[in-house]
């Protein structure tokens, strides 16, 4: 072989490689979508769980934290691993798990069986963001070498993790305003989806070579100096996902009560304006910058807040919806702000375990207030329980941001 054709060998197999990172790149990008979405398709149909197995405001928002609950354990515990064996090879288990929460769903028409199908999907969660998010920047820096610094990967998972949230909601709204057995057809759906991303993902490339590791990566290394200023994008990360939490559980129920609106495709379309809001303003914010992305998402997340509680002391769909988008909007500007803070602060080969600690905590955030929330309205009424949830998590993203801002600071310093 001469030595011009050993080069174009080489070179035609440098792009075929580059070409396979480049289809697994939109092949994950899928995958993320599907099984955020399926996570919070519940969204629009706790009524019709409520009512099959006769249970009420407090056994449906500890039906929602079933997921959360997994979600965090599974963070906690498995979402560092691809950092040790590869982001496929835990992203493939993810769906798999997706698919027998759905099974489980269907096939065990029962509170028990609503729950462990949450819980499962929880764990299914919990494996796929943190792992998907960094795959999807080994694939596009695979793909695209001379691109490095590329805001494309960071975009793309923003829109698979707030995009799918917001997408779930609006397709099991509309399988219940139209579709028969509602509950059943809803499941069959994201199952049959997640069996076609589990196939796409199998077709794509490994990008953690467990052969090279020279030794075990540590679940959570921060830079030095850095603790503070994670403490304070945690904190962003939980008050973004209360919100977002407060709404997919408790939504449709304050819709059906105040608004006293019926339609199952208005209670799903609430919350997928809420996501979609998040997921655009993310969007829109690449070109801000950190900090004023910062202090745009600490006044338009507030105000947000207001404006919600206000909808409920006057009722009116129109400003539901405004309500929700604009929060959406100033959670989804925290939330990117916080991943955006826990990726540059993380040791590069801890990056999966530190993201998972961070979404640990945002899970959290989605999962108790929202309890505590159920609990304060048996005493204290719908409405001042409203006020009272704002007013913490308006605080509370204000102190965060502000601790962020300083704790960066001292760090350059």
Known sequence: ??????????????????????????????????????????????????????????????????MVAGAAVSFLTLGHLSDRFGRRRIIVPALVVGLVAAVVLIAWPTLPGLLTGRVLNGVGVGLMASTATTYLHDLYREAHPERRFSA????????????????????????????????????????????????????????????????????????????????????????????????????????HDRLHIDSHLITGLTPFLMFASAALAQLAAGRLGLPRTLRTGAVVFPIGLTLTALSLYHPALWLLLIAVSVAGAGAGLLFKSGVTIGA????????????????????????????LFTIATQHIGLGSAVIGLASVLAIGAALSVALATSARQDIRH
């Open 1 to 66: 072989m001469t030595a011009a054709a050993g080069q174009h060998t080489r070179a035609d197999t440098d792009l075929a490689t580059r070409a396979s990172h480049h289809r697994g790149f939109w092949f994950a990008a899928v995958a993320f979508t599907v099984l955020m979405a399926f996570g919070t398709a519940p969204t629009p149909l706790w009524p019709l769980y409520a009512a099959r197995d006769g249970f009420g405001t407090t056994t449906m928002t500890i039906a929602f934290t079933g």
């Open 152 to 255: 494309v990967p960071a975009t793309v998972a923003t829109a698979a993790n707030l995009g799918g949230l917001a997408l779930g909601p609006l397709v099991a709204g509309s399988m219940a305003q139209w579709a028969p057995s509602p509950l059943v057809t809803t499941q069959a759906v994201f199952a049959a989806a997640m069996a076609v991303s589990l196939v796409l993902v199998l077709s794509s490339p490994e990008t953690v070579d467990r052969q090279l590791q020279e030794k075990r990566p540590s679940r959570f290394a921060l830079l030095p100096g850095a603790r503070r200023v994670f403490a304070a994008a945690a904190a962003m990360g939980f008050v973004s996902f209360a919100l977002l939490g407060f709404v997919s559980s408790l939504g449709a129920t304050l819709i």
């Open 344 to 371: 540059t602060v993380a040791e590069p080969a801890s990056r999966a375990g530190v993201l998972s600690v961070y979404f640990v905590i945002g899970y959290i955030g989605m999962g108790v207030p929202s309890i």
